[in-house]
């Protein structure tokens, strides 16, 4: 796919570039066959290059063709449609950022132009992002990442779900409390900052989370925090391998302040003392003077 240059929109009799409709096939040449734009001149009338033909097409036949502007702002047409209709919601791939803001792919000829003030967050070319269909005040199409309400109406009551279920969603919008996510049975799902490990996740980034609450409007809150007796093990594992990068000894302990256990071990204090509580019961360390060590074997 080729990306759009900024260029004027422009208008063929009632046709705009975007628009997917049906055209009858009025002549042919090498280059391809030409589509009655309905104009009544020959001289409006859209190609559709022989290149851009899934199957070859004859004089009188009607085809459904995309809409879009060559290089040199030039109607043209192609048999390759859009993913897209304008209003709709999709997941779609950047293809390109520049400072005004980036390009699309909506799965046509064409990438479609993301304004720099309808971008949310820092987007990257490859990033897989949340975004609606629309066309701005100067008839051109375009996308907006911002595609809350269209979601709500999208989406659907959680059903069938319980406490502890896995769901995967992608993100669609940030607050300074956390994430919202569509996942994919369509639940509109939160995550708080303090349920993500690291505290960050990106526009359009896929995860797979813990069903934490279910909301009485059918909404789930999910953790991507792993369940207690898991993590217990995660962070006892964290322990023995300072431990053992420190040749059996570490002068961490029940009594270490907690701002030192996160920033070591990058956990609770809480979380700390039951993973090495967990270490003392299985016999692998013990505590003296404030220091922990690893018991040989």
Avoid at 6 to 24: I, N
Avoid at 97 to 118: C, H, K, N, Q, W
Wanted: glycine letters at 10%; one cysteine or more; charged letters at 30%.
């Amino acid at each position: 796919m080729i990306e759009n240059k900024k260029v004027e929109v422009k208008t063929v009799g009632e046709h705009r570039p975007g628009d997917v409709c049906e055209l009858k096939v009025v002549r042919e040449n090498e280059m391809g066959a030409f589509l009655d734009a309905g104009t009544g001149n020959t001289s409006d009338d859209i190609l559709l290059h022989k290149q851009q033909q899934d199957t070859p097409v004859k004089v009188g036949d009607m085809v459904k063709v995309y809409l879009y502007l060559d290089p040199h702002g030039r109607m043209t047409a192609s048999r390759k449609l859009p993913k897209m209709r304008e209003g709709q919601l999709g997941y779609v791939k950047v293809l390109s950022v520049t400072r005004d803001g980036g390009f699309v792919d909506i799965g046509a000829e064409r990438g479609v132009f993301l304004p720099y003030s309808e971008m949310r967050g820092h987007v990257s070319p490859g990033q897989l992002v949340w975004a609606k269909l629309y066309r701005d005040k100067t008839g051109r199409q375009a996308v907006s990442m911002r595609v809350e309400e269209e979601m709500v109406r999208a989406s659907k009551p959680a059903v069938d779900v319980k406490v502890g279920d896995e769901v995967t969603g992608t993100v669609y919008n940030i607050l300074p409390e956390g994430f919202f996510l569509i996942t994919m049975e369509r639940y509109i799902a939160f995550i708080h900052r303090s349920e993500v490990p690291g505290g960050r996740l990106d526009f359009g980034q896929k995860v797979t989370g813990r069903i934490a609450f279910v909301r009485e409007d059918g909404r789930i809150n999910l953790s991507l925090r792993p369940q207690k007796e898991q993590a217990r093990v995660l962070d006892a594992d964290l322990i023995l391998s300072l431990l053992e990068k420190r040749k059996g000894s570490m002068p961490y302990g029940d009594d270490t302040p907690a701002e030192i256990i996160k920033d070591v071990f990058g956990i609770s204090k809480s979380a700390f003392k039951r993973a090495l509580g967990k270490l003392m019961k299985d016999g692998k360390v013990k505590q003296e003077n404030g220091w922990t060590s690893l018991i040989e074997e």
